[in-house]
């Protein structure tokens, strides 16, 4: 057991602890903005699918019911654009979590060979790659990367922790790069939907892979567009051959969406409305905390996406969480996502409308 934890970094959370007890004992109290955890209801239509469907005395399959691949293949057709879609093209998962951890073991990497990700970026990828004793490999430019070796590239746009949105032509060049050198490219686009300054693009769209899925997969999740971070509810979306081999190996392995939460994710996908709703709660909050910290002086770069600001006082990013904690504001730092953001810290604005006005008044 020692031997995989050894691979692994230090969880940086648990560092994030003694700024928390700070910011927790303003008399007011804490305003955490340093999760991307949804703080809002579950939608009651959601909630009734669950419901109805909790009389699930039987196992769950792998690959989903026909109603569920049915609702990921039209909402991936309707909402991402991507042409030709079957059943055998999209494959629901425990959470996105669970699956850039475990990615690129399933696909059988290993010592020998890397894992490519953005310099900046949710700390999972790299973790994944360790987990499979593959190497990481961290790119600002994935086309600057030498590619002997390169098994698997993650894009990430919308990103986390930044809010930068890749455009079609950057997308465009990077999948006929990776083609031309046979690396499979897994794009992370589950803030899609949260385009602020931006319209996000899929690595799916036409304009991007030619019609064509080949060597391509793209993960999305309904925790931050219908609040269902606790109900682990994500998919795969791209090439029938890679997700064939997945669906295999996940059957092994037991990896079964529960039931209720199948039909849940159907209801989810259906509706429109709710997630017109939770992206004005966002965009509200968002344009309050965007003009209080810039009125503190912080610079915000990027942040045309996603649910942070990403922000500076061009100072040590621990100096600026320990600043804002005094102040009862819990933020996350930078570094969490890799050197280059030692001088950032990452705001979300997944709080309550009463915290983000406590926020507010705090910097003001």
């Given amino acids: 057991m020692g031997a995989v934890s050894s691979l692994l970094p230090v969880f940086p959370w ?65 909402r991402l654009g ?6 055998t093209n999209v494959l629901p998962v425990v959470g996105s979590k669970e699956l850039v951890a475990w990615l690129p073991t399933q696909l059988g990497l290993g010592p020998g060979d890397k894992v490519a990700y953005p310099r900046l970026a949710y700390p999972t990828y790299e973790v994944g790659a360790r987990l499979a004793r593959a190497e990481p490999v961290a790119y600002d430019d994935p086309t600057d990367l030498d590619p002997a070796g390169i098994k698997l590239l993650w894009l990430n746009s919308p990103s986390n922790p930044t809010g930068r949105v890749l455009t079609a032509d950057e997308l465009r060049t990077v999948v006929a790069w990776a083609r031309e050198h046979s690396i499979l490219v897994v794009s992370d686009e589950c803030y899609l939907e949260l385009g602020w300054e931006a319209d996000p693009v899929s690595v799916l769209h036409p304009d991007v892979c030619g019609g064509s899925h080949e060597g391509l997969v793209a993960v999305h999740s309904l925790s931050k567009r219908s609040n269902l971070a606790g109900y682990r509810a994500a998919f795969l979306v791209g090439d029938a051959a890679v997700l064939g081999e997945l669906l295999q190996i996940r059957k092994h392995g037991g990896m079964m969406v529960a039931a209720p939460v199948q039909a849940a994710t159907v209801a989810a996908l259906g509706d429109t409305a709710h ?57 996350a730092p930078g570094d969490f996502y890799g050197p280059a953001g030692d001088r950032f810290v990452r705001i979300a604005f997944t709080a309550t409308d009463e915290r983000v006005d406590a926020a507010v008044r705090r910097l003001a």
């Fill in 14 to 78: 648990d560092r994030l602890e003694p700024y928390k007890a700070t910011a927790a004992a303003h008399p007011d109290g804490i305003v955490d903005l340093s999760v991307g955890t949804p703080v809002d209801p579950v939608p009651e239509l959601i909630r009734a699918a669950l419901t109805d469907a909790a009389d699930s005395h039987g196992y769950p399959t792998v690959w989903g019911t026909p109603a569920l691949r049915d609702a990921l293949t039209r909402w991936a057709t309707d």
């Fill in 82 to 87: 991507a042409r030709g879609l079957e059943h």
């Fill in 275 to 331: 997630v017109a709703e939770q992206r004005e709660r966002y965009a509200r909050r968002r344009s309050a905390l965007r003009s209080a910290f810039e009125a503190a002086g912080f610079r915000i770069e990027h942040s045309e996406a996603s649910l942070y600001l990403w922000a500076t006082r061009d100072e040590p990013c621990w100096d600026t969480v320990g600043h804002l904690a005094e102040r009862g504001i819990l933020v």
